[in-house]
Nanobody, 126 residues
Framework: HVQLVESGGGSVQAGGSLRLSCAVE????????MAWFRRGTGRRAREGVA????????SYGDSVQGRFVISRDNAQNILYLQMNDLRPEDSGMYYC????????????????????WGQGTQVTVS
């Protein structure tokens, strides 16, 4: 049973930083893709924020490029999202996603490719 649990969300002033964590349990695939998505306040669709593949390949959404960094602690099986220079438009529910497929880097932010999802953690920037 695969379980993804996000944490680290909260309220922060514009220009501040937060680090989100996604603890992964029951996911043992050696080839995988993982990503962070977010649903902005009042929006229906989720937006791809950052993607990570087990060979270290990463991908970022245009709006967060240069401000956010995705990384993974392989020993503890935790996916991180370091968010710097936060803006009010970064507010929303952030979701961690994982899949046992080795997706091309150009596809890492495609929501429909991910089989496993966490419940989300809220980020509010004022």
């Amino acid at each position: 049973h695969v379980q993804l649990v996000e944490s680290g969300g909260g309220s922060v002033q514009a220009g501040g930083s937060l680090r989100l964590s996604c603890a992964v349990e029951g996911f043992t695939s050696r080839s995988f893709s993982m990503a962070w998505f977010r649903r902005g306040t009042g929006r229906r669709a989720r937006e791809g924020v950052a993607g990570f593949r087990n060979d270290g390949q990463t991908s970022y959404g245009d709006s967060v490029q240069g401000r956010f960094v995705i990384s993974r602690d392989n020993a503890q099986n935790i996916l991180y999202l370091q968010m710097n220079d936060l803006r009010p438009e970064d507010s929303g529910m952030y979701y961690c996603a994982a899949d046992a497929q080795y997706w091309p880097s150009t596809s890492l932010l495609r929501e429909n490719l991910y089989a496993y999802w966490g419940q989300g953690t809220q980020v509010t920037v004022s």
